[in-house]
T-cell receptor
Framework: KQEVTQIPAALSVPEGENLVLNCSFT??????LQWFRQDPGKGLTSLLL?????REQTSGRLNASLDKSSGRSTLYIAASQPGDSATYLC????????????FGEGTQLTVNP | GAVVSQHPSWVICKSGTSVKIECRSL??????MFWYRQFPKQSLMLMAT?????????EQGVEKDKFLINHASLTLSTLTVTSAHPEDSSFYIC????????????????FGPGTRLLVL
């Protein structure tokens, strides 16, 4: 059974700092991995999707890497801003499950002005 | 981009009543929709996979008679919480799978904004 773990559970940083969020998964036979953002009481916003054959994806100040063999992904946020404050979730889908996603418990990020 | 809507966004009900939540894909046809539940400060847990025209597939531990799922059309799936109790209070989120690859030749799931249920 696929399990997804995110570390740290919470992170508080001053504005402008670069930071890294970590995600690990137990079954390396993934189809893809996604990073989402969730604001309090809201739904999910997809940030980046990395196919199993890719090693990283970039969008603006965000960079996500994937090391399938070790079961790890990182989300790098450059020059953090208060507007980046949210919960960040990673989720994986495995080949035998179609598009079903297994989510980690998230990292709650607070960027202080 | 593709949009998925949920209705209602908020519902408060008395214990013992049934509540229906709708999930709609607005600009694509979704043969598969997923229903997730999220408790405070916890992650999303998949409840069931809803396939158009067939019975939903429920995850282990999810009571199918309590959480009725109907996927009667390619753009609408409904989740009915029957005889709701306070422990059913949660944030329910649906997602819809767009079978036509739009992003890097992969199918994409789009998430609804969620429905917050409070059972008194």
């Amino acid at each position: 059974k696929q399990e997804v773990t995110q570390i740290p559970a919470a992170l508080s940083v001053p504005e402008g700092e670069n930071l890294v969020l970590n995600c690990s998964f137990t079954d390396s036979a993934i189809y893809n991995l996604q990073w989402f953002r969730q604001d309090p009481g809201k739904g999910l916003t997809s940030l980046l999707l990395i196919q199993s054959s890719q090693r990283e994806q970039t969008s603006g100040r965000l960079n996500a890497s994937l090391d399938k063999s070790s079961g790890r992904s990182t989300l790098y946020i450059a020059a953090s801003q208060p507007g980046d404050s949210a919960t960040y979730l990673c989720a994986v889908s495995i080949k035998t499950s179609g598009s079903r996603l297994t989510f980690g418990e998230g990292t709650q990020l607070t960027v202080n002005p | 981009g593709a949009v998925v809507s949920q209705h209602p966004s908020w519902v408060i009900c008395k214990s013992g009543t049934s509540v229906k939540i709708e999930c709609r894909s607005l600009d694509f046809q979704a043969t598969t929709m997923f229903w997730y539940r999220q408790f405070p400060k916890q992650s999303l847990m998949l409840m069931a996979t809803s396939n158009e025209g067939s019975k939903a597939t429920y995850e282990q531990g999810v009571e199918k008679d309590k959480f009725l799922i109907n996927h009667a059309s390619l753009t609408l799936s409904t989740l009915t919480v029957t005889s709701a109790h306070p422990e059913d209070s949660s944030f329910y989120i649906c997602s819809a799978r767009d079978p036509i690859p739009r992003w890097d030749n992969q199918e994409t799931q789009y998430f609804g904004p969620g429905t917050r249920l409070l059972v008194l």
